[in-house]
């Protein structure tokens, strides 16, 4: 089913509910579990789910995105036929708060839609962190009969994204935004007939500054559309808030295993870096530490990035810290997400809420 499938990741968007964690990169390349960026799960995914032709449309800063994934060589991506395909995204995207597949986007690649020979089109952001075999999506709409089929899961309560309103039969009813009510939270996947979507980038060119979940939800009689349940663990991240709640949950067992621990694994750029030190005196519990680092102070509950260093009698509690910080002698850090590379200083005190942690920014000095 993979060699029928074409896959496309939308990377030209944004988040301001991300803060300052999107100052310098993009959505999809947000650092995540001591060694990932957000984009190794719908390419991994991909692959794994033995789609080989992956296009990636990229914002127009597109320098954090082509140093993690380059060529696609740590996903097999980097190959004679088919393999990964950087797509330019247009300036719009990064301006139209939500939208995540955008129409303007795909009319501007339409070559690689065009050129393919694949049946459908997998699209996918890079907000959704899982570990999905797609064939099993796929081949649920290829019995559907539908031309387009959207992923859901049910997790009731978030007001700023999309949620499915299903018939009993299984097919799409309304797409709604704010309904407290709703359950079926759309998590940025569908799958739709190649054919289908030459049509579509045909009929609404005159407005391609439209997301397509945007045209499908204004014109639902005009499409039928099939969704299709996702039971596994996900976490989708739109807010810090988000960002340090997912990143937490994979000090549970369960996640872990959900995530990493499945016959398909999770992709990334490899880093080579000497095991991690624990000097004497340091104390360690419930957290995820990267190799390379040094620890001599005190972890708790905490996921810690690769080549970080965490000195004597300091405290690091409930917290994120990213690639090479340096929190020094005595330091206090809680409910805080630390970005790359920022120093704090001797006896310095950074404490935020559990749902309102504090960010500092990559490379700042404390």
């Known amino acids: 089913m993979g060699t029928s499938t074409l896959g496309i990741i939308t990377a030209n968007y944004t988040r301001k509910d991300l803060g300052s964690l999107v100052d310098s990169r993009t959505v999809a390349t947000i650092p995540f579990g001591g060694r990932y960026r957000l984009i190794d799960f719908p390419l991994s995914n991909y692959v794994n789910s033995g789609i080989t032709t992956v296009g990636l ?7 954090s995105i082509m140093d993690h994934v380059g060529a696609g060589k740590p996903w097999e991506l980097a190959r004679k036929i088919g ?29 690689i ?8 089109v997998l699209l996918c952001d890079t907000s959704t962190v899982m570990n999905c075999d797609f064939r099993e999506f796929i081949n649920a709409h290829a019995e559907s009969g539908c031309p387009i089929s959207l992923m859901y899961k049910n997790e009731p309560g978030r007001t700023n994204r999309s949620y499915l309103k299903i018939k009993k039969n299984g097919q799409l009813d309304e797409i709604v935004t704010g309904d407290p009510k709703a359950k079926n939270l759309f998590m940025g996947c569908f799958v739709i007939d190649r054919e289908m979507l030459i049509r579509i980038m045909d009929w609404y060119r005159a407005i391609d ?18 969704t299709y349940e996702y039971k596994s663990y996900a976490a ?13 949950e994979l000090l549970l067992k369960e996640v872990r295993q959900e995530l990493f621990e499945k016959d398909a694994q999770i992709y990334t750029k490899t880093q080579d870096e000497a095991p991690t030190i624990y000097r004497p005196g340091s104390n360690v519990k419930k957290s995820l530490v990267a190799a390379g680092c040094v620890i001599e102070g005190t ?4 996921i810690i990035f690769r080549s970080t260093h965490i000195k004597k009698g300091a405290i690091v509690k409930n917290s994120i810290v990213m690639q090479k910080a340096t929190i020094e002698t005595n330091a206090v850090v809680i409910n805080a997400i630390l970005d790359k590379f920022v120093h704090v200083g001797r006896k310095a005190h950074i404490e935020g809420g559990d749902d309102r942690p504090v960010v500092i920014g990559k490379d700042e000095i404390i």
């Open 83 to 111: 393999g990964l395909f950087v797509l330019p995204g247009t300036v719009f995207g990064e301006r139209e708060e939500g939208a995540r597949f955008l129409l303007r986007d795909l009319i501007i690649n339409r070559k």
């Open 209 to 226: 500054n439209n997301d397509i979940i945007h045209i499908l939800s204004q014109n639902l009689s005009k499409f039928k559309i099939n």
């Open 113 to 120: 839609i065009d050129r393919s020979h694949a049946k459908y």
């Open 236 to 248: 989708i991240i739109d807010s810090v808030s988000d960002y340090k709640k997912a990143s937490q």
């Open 299 to 302: 972890v708790e509950n905490s």
């Open 57 to 63: 449309i990229t914002p127009y800063y597109y320098r």
